[in-house]
Every structure is written in C-alpha cells, then in structure tokens.
C-alpha cells in the first residue's frame, strides 16, 4: 500500500478555503477509492498524507495536483506501508487563532498512530501553523 505525504499553498486567486466543501468531495473520492489519511488545511496550507493502493492514490494526487486551489506542491514522502497509519480518513482544520493549542492536541491525536517522520511532519506543521 502507498503513502503519500505532501505540502502545498492555498492559490490566492482561489479565494477562501472551504474545508466543508473540500471534506464532502474528499469523503466520498477517498470512500469510492479505499484512501483514507489525514488532511491539515488552515486557509494557506494543506499537509496530506493519503494511503491506498498505489493506481488510485497517484489518481487522487493528480487530481489535486491539477486542482486549481493548489499551487506550489511538494511530495515530503512516498514509501510504502504494510498497514493503513491513519484509519478512516479525517480532516483538521483550524478555525480560528484562539483554538491553537486544542488544534495541536487533536492533530496530535489523529497522528498518534502514524510512522515517527509522519507523525513528526503533521505535529510540527501545526505548531508552526498556529504560529504564523
């Protein structure tokens, strides 16, 4: 099984993230396509790691390589795994600068289980996230 982490900006032109418009569409791809992973979004960046087999995660990455909110993409991590790091899939959201240290703990949370380099990724993007 693959996963694949990656790193990218908010395309100002885009406007204002949804994270409810983009977690209906994700919810449903990922369920039809067996991905689950964890998606960090704070209206600038988006931190994902997604895992499945390997054909339809490149089809999720290309899609969101050609998604128009997205600009400046980086792959952090491709390796392969033996067994899903995540679970179900779930998103993190930061909603406002007053929730920042119950916003790490839950990402903190949702990371608990991954590999120590994902999960080092996930828990320091959030912290200097909330920092910014």
């Given amino acids: 099984m693959l996963q694949l982490v990656y790193v990218s900006s908010a395309r100002p032109v885009a406007g204002i993230v949804d994270p409810a418009a983009i977690l209906t569409v994700s919810r449903r791809n990922n369920t039809r ?6 998606l ?33 993409v980086v792959v952090l991590s491709r390796r392969f795994i033996e067994a899903r790091e995540f679970g179900d899939w779930a998103m993190a959201h930061q909603s ?37």
């Fill in 40 to 72: 960090y979004s704070d209206q600038k960046r988006f931190l994902q790691a997604l895992e499945g087999s390997e054909d339809k995660v490149e089809e999720a990455f290309a899609r969101i390589n050609g998604d128009p909110r997205h600009r400046a």
């Fill in 96 to 132: 406002s600068p007053a929730d920042g240290d119950a916003f790490v703990a839950r990402v903190n949370r949702m990371v608990a289980k991954a590999s120590p380099s994902v999960r080092a990724t996930f828990e320091s993007f959030a912290k200097v996230r909330r920092a910014a």
């Fill in 33 to 38: 396509d067996g991905i689950t992973g964890l």
